[in-house]
């Protein structure tokens, strides 16, 4: 990443993870609200390599998924983009995945992790959370059209999971009803995806067949 490492003032980073297939603009909305309503220096997109729980379907070509990114977040100095759940085999953990940025960056990154509310019900099943919090400076919620905000379950969970209530943060941002999957099945069946992604992001999707069904 091109953070500058030769500065020792505090670097305030947050990750967006992602399987960004494909990219798309509450993506780029969430990141960019997030970063400067906590003035933070810069938002890493770390996309999954090998989305744990997305197996099932089976994900399009991370070089696909990377190049769309690149191409999305071309035009933001603030922005940037990791390989570091690229080029590691296996399922991406992001405890894992901490672990080995903070040994990456330099001694004062504050690392911060932006997750929309559908993620955050799921959290607790990722691979070692309690792991995950502690090498986090804040749990950065945003929420999501389909997915109630309910406070009391953030209670439960806070429970459950010591270290949540200090680092949990909720941001708001322009709530947009746009998510991969549908983007996925308007390209399957010819519909139109024109302002919900960025316009170099459709055009990589017409001009490299992504997401037509086989023939
Ligand atoms: P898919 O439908 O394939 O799951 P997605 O649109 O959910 O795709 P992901 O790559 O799975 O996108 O999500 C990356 C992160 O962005 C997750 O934390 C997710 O909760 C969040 N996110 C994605 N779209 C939105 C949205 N419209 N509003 C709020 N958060 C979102
Ligand atoms: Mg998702």
Redesign the pocket.
């Known amino acids: 990443m091109s953070t500058d490492q030769s500065q020792s003032s505090t670097h305030t980073l947050a990750l967006?993870?992602?399987?960004?297939?494909p990219?798309?603009h509450?993506?780029l909305i969430?990141a960019e609200e997030v970063r400067t309503t906590l003035a933070l220096s810069q938002i890493v997109f770390v996309?999954?390599g090998h989305?744990p729980h997305?197996a099932e379907?089976g994900?399009t070509p991370i070089a696909h998924r990377m190049a769309m990114v690149e191409l999305a977040i071309a035009s933001n100095p603030h922005f940037s983009i990791s390989r570091i759940e690229v080029d590691r085999p296996g399922p991406s953990y992001l405890v894992e995945t901490l672990r080995l940025l903070h040994q990456q960056w330099e001694p004062h990154t504050r690392i911060s992790f932006?997750?929309?509310?559908?993620?955050?019900e799921d959290f607790p099943h990722w691979y070692d959370p309690s792991g995950i919090l502690s090498q986090l400076d804040q749990l950065i919620v945003?929420?999501?059209?389909g997915?109630t905000t309910d406070l009391d379950y953030l209670q439960r969970l806070e429970a459950r999971l010591p270290g949540l209530h200090e680092r949990l943060l909720i941001v708001e941002?322009p709530?947009?009803?746009?998510?991969?999957?549908?983007?996925?099945q308007r390209v399957a069946s010819g519909r139109t995806i024109k302002y919900q992604t960025p316009e170099a992001v459709e055009r990589y999707i017409i001009e490299n067949g992504l997401y037509r069904p086989p023939s």
């Open positions: 967006m993870g992602g399987t960004f297939d990219i798309h509450a993506h969430i996309p999954a989305p997305k379907r994900s932006i997750i929309g509310w559908d993620s955050l945003v929420r999501r059209p997915y941002i709530q947009l009803d746009i998510s991969s999957t549908n983007l996925r």
